[in-house]
């Protein structure tokens, strides 16, 4: 099967703060899915980016494929932003199934 | 438009008892999944569903874990019994085509 790996593991950041995040994938996909777990354990989705860049409000994310990696940019970072957040992909060799990374935890200081 | 809804949220129970969860997908989306999180990992695909066929059932821990989905709608996952071990966060997740959309979770502890 396909490897995710994610990093940092852990990230402690002061409010307003940018950083990145990055996943790194070990065969080709047909999906990559970018998700933060509240501290409620709510997993919500930021990004479906399979290739590309996009952008919502302070978060974007881009993916290159034939590298095998994708990066997700949090800016001016907010407390509110603090969980973890998960990179997901789907195996070329899979049926739409995803393989999830072991997340990176955030941390947002005030 | 309502989101995959998960119950019930918490479950506490003693090892070798049974437990069965609930998920209802949003409406229209023809796969459905389940999920198990332990602490601090991501989520592990236990099995998928199409419509109400099952399409991958190869991590599910069939001694124990059973799951149907009657009418291709609502979801039900069983175990029976319980180890130590299955304390984790279970998951539904359902998705139209591409993106899957994640349920709240059943959190569940085995004493």
């Known amino acids: 099967g396909i490897q995710v790996e994610q990093s940092p593991p852990d990230l402690i950041l002061q409010e307003g703060a940018n950083s990145t995040l990055r996943c790194n994938f070990s065969?080709?996909?047909?999906?990559l899915q970018w998700f933060h777990q509240n501290p409620w354990g709510q997993l919500i989705n930021l990004f479906y980016?399979?290739?590309g860049t996009k952008q919502n409000g302070r978060l974007s994310a881009t993916t290159v494929a034939t590298e095998r990696y994708s990066l997700l940019y949090i800016s001016s970072s907010q407390t509110t932003d603090s969980g973890v957040y998960f990179c997901?992909?789907?195996?070329?060799?899979?049926?739409?199934?995803?393989?999830f990374g072991s997340g990176t935890q955030l941390t947002v200081l005030p | 438009e309502a989101g995959v809804a998960q119950s019930p949220r918490y479950k506490i129970i003693e090892k070798r008892q049974s437990v069965a969860f609930w998920c209802n997908p949003i409406?229209?989306?023809?796969?459905l999944y389940w999920y198990q999180q332990i602490l601090g990992q991501g989520p592990k695909l236990l099995i998928q569903?199409?419509?109400?066929?099952?399409?991958?059932d190869s991590q599910l821990p069939k001694d124990r874990f059973s799951a149907e989905r009657l009418k291709g709608v609502d979801s039900t996952l069983k175990i029976q019994p319980a180890k130590l071990e299955d304390s984790a966060v279970y998951l539904c997740?359902?998705?139209?085509?591409?993106?899957?959309?994640f349920g709240p979770g059943t959190r569940l502890t085995v004493l």
């Open positions: 997740a359902s998705t139209p085509v591409d993106t899957q959309y």
């Open positions: 569903f199409q419509n109400n066929g099952v399409v991958d």
């Open positions: 065969d080709s996909v047909n999906n």
């Open positions: 980016i399979p290739s």
């Open positions: 997901a992909v789907e195996w070329s060799g899979s049926a739409r199934q995803l393989t």
């Open positions: 409406s229209g989306h023809a796969t």
